[in-house]
T-cell receptor
Framework: DAGVTQSPTHLIKTRGQQVTLRCSPKSGHDTVSWYQQALGQGPQFIFQYYEEEERQRGNFPDRFSGHQYPNYSSELNVNALLLGDSALYLC?????????????FGPGTRLTVL | AQKITQTQPGMFVQEKEAVTLDCTYDTSDPSYGLFWYKQPSSGEMIFLIYQGSYDQQNATEGRYSLNFQKARKSANLVISASQLGDSAMYFCAMREGSNFGNEKLTFGTGTRLTIIP
């Protein structure tokens, strides 16, 4: 049973650039949530996708956008990168259809903005 | 007000001893879920244990148990017989609302646990 996978593992970008991070949910899961974890802090909720639509959004600017595909995989896009966007980006999957109450996380993508 | 409070930034525990990691929460929603995750230095958040607000019994998963005191709004994680591999960051998180699979998690600031041989 494959768990949550994320790519790439690490990424280095410069200010102003754009980045796309990818996530494949755990088998049987239909909901994907994205979190940003700055160094030394707990993860902060960015947004959640279900049925290819953004269902909830945290306190993040519009520079952060996402997408979910019919196979439930998801992308996180960040435009006009700032130094403060440097963080570990975590994807978590869960199942709305099965009403499971646990989000399982992937290994994360570590983004460095120079 | 912080929704999840973890007051222990770091803890050092002798191998094979039991350890309790503190977590208090704040919510007015009668339906909520409490989670503990372990984050090794590799970065992946590993799910450990879950407690629902309506669960009558404290949750247990192997060496992990959750000491749920609803009236005090605390959900402490207890690790019995600690092992060197338990050294990691531990996060307490909460889901508010009753739409399972449909709610964001709010995390605390974490506790760094170090197991001493």
């Amino acid at each position: 049973d494959a768990g949550v996978t994320q790519s790439p593992t690490h990424l280095i970008k410069t200010r102003g650039q754009q980045v796309t991070l990818r996530c494949s949910p755990k088998s049987g899961h239909d909901t994907v949530s994205w979190y940003q974890q700055a160094l030394g802090q707990g993860p902060q909720f960015i947004f959640q996708y279900y049925e290819e639509e953004e269902r909830q959004r945290g306190n993040f600017p519009d520079r952060f956008s996402g997408h979910q595909y019919p196979n439930y995989s998801s992308e996180l896009n960040v435009n006009a990168l700032l130094l403060g966007d440097s963080a570990l980006y975590l994807c978590a999957s869960s199942s709305t259809g099965r009403r499971t109450d646990t989000q399982y996380f992937g290994p994360g993508t570590r983004l460095t903005v120079l | 007000a912080q929704k999840i409070t973890q007051t222990q930034p770091g803890m050092f525990v002798q191998e094979k001893e039991a350890v309790t990691l503190d977590c208090t929460y704040d919510t007015s929603d009668p339906s909520y879920g409490l989670f503990w995750y372990k984050q090794p230095s590799s970065g992946e958040m590993i799910f450990l244990i879950y407690q629902g607000s309506y669960d009558q019994q404290n949750a247990t998963e192997g060496r992990y148990s959750l000491n749920f005191q609803k009236a005090r709004k605390s959900a402490n994680l207890v690790i019995s017989a600690s092992q060197l591999g338990d050294s990691a960051m531990y996060f307490c998180a909460m889901r508010e609302g009753s739409n399972f699979g449909n709610e964001k998690l709010t995390f605390g600031t974490g506790t760094r646990l170090t197991i001493i041989p």
